[in-house]
């Protein structure tokens, strides 16, 4: 039997998961080759996406190629950062580690993106592959790195779409609460204690999931923009220290609340599902707090 192959998705989240672990190196087809984290904001859903993407430097500019493999399409990042060019960076270092920061994408044109294209085809042979075999112009897009102090209206736009994404994570949860809870009230039946709990289904399993995959990305993203943030604004080092920990202590619950997951869909697990009520009620008021702290001490600073 051939061994399934990961979709789009899920083989990005195994890129973006090796990219963070190892400080920026992956390896597999992208051994050796320079890569970004691009995070750009959904066109349509306002949600955060993150992209590893080939870079090449060009001066203080970080360049990136929407290549998409050569397909006739280009990639969905490409079209979130026309609707919405400011982005966050996430790349390597040379001690090892990685640094986010904010940027402005600034898709390129004529001979200067012909130009470009031609030098990151002459490193990296496929990438003239791509363009061969596509009749699109593939994009070369040109990453500038902002100076927060010196942007206050910038600034405010960063601290609103934080409070747009915490409202939108708060929706998501409050939805998840509510599917749980008509579940639950459909095996209301008491079951003994040892035997197998109702089993979740896939639907309900999996829209959990993906509200754990959306948190943990923001915090991952806001972890790097908090290096930014403290480099900026000294003042703020005390609170983005305790959201930090905060983060720390969110991802834990996350990863109970995965594996509590595991168990009442495995349909062996012996885990209570009067559980999942439990620890999302206990999620949500931990996240509810630590986003007022949020919103009251960092927003504030940003000008929103």
Not at 60 to 80: E, Q, T
Request: charged share 25%.
């Amino acid at each position: 039997m051939a061994e399934q192959q990961p979709t789009p998705a899920e083989f990005n989240r195994l890129v973006i998961d090796e990219f963070r672990a190892n400080g920026g190196r992956v390896g597999g087809m992208f051994e050796g080759a320079p890569l970004v984290l691009l995070t750009t904001t959904g066109a349509r859903s306002g949600r955060r996406h993150t992209n590893p993407a080939v870079y090449l430097r060009d001066g203080n500019r970080v360049l990136v190629f929407a290549s998409n493999a050569g397909l006739p399409k280009n990639p969905g990042w490409y079209h979130n950062l026309l609707a919405d060019p400011r982005v966050m960076v996430t790349i390597g270092t040379a001690d090892g580690g990685t640094e986010t920061y904010a940027a402005e994408a600034v898709p390129l044109e004529g001979d200067e993106r012909d130009r470009l294209y031609a030098v990151q085809a002459e490193l990296d042979p496929a990438f003239a592959a791509y363009q061969a075999g596509t009749t699109r112009v593939i994009p070369v897009i040109a990453l500038h790195r902002l100076n927060l102090a010196a942007d206050p209206a910038r600034n405010r736009a960063i601290g609103e779409h934080l409070k747009t994404v915490h409202d939108q994570l708060r929706r998501e949860l409050a939805s998840v609460r509510r599917d749980v809870d008509a579940f639950l009230a459909g095996h209301a039946e008491p079951y003994a204690p040892g035997t197998p709990a109702p089993r979740l289904g896939e639907e309900l399993a999996r829209h959990c999931l993906t509200f754990c995959g959306a948190l943990h990305a923001h915090h991952t993203n806001e972890n790097g923009a908090f290096t930014v943030f403290e480099k900026e604004f000294p003042g703020l080092a005390p609170a983005l220290d305790r959201l930090r920990r905060e983060h720390h202590l969110v991802a834990q619950s996350l990863t109970d609340l995965q594996a509590l997951l595991a168990d009442l869909t495995s349909g062996t697990g012996t885990a209570d599902a009067d559980r999942l009520r439990a620890e999302l009620e206990r999620l949500a008021r931990d996240l509810e707090e630590h986003f007022a702290y949020e919103e009251r001490h960092l927003l504030p600073a940003l000008g929103a």
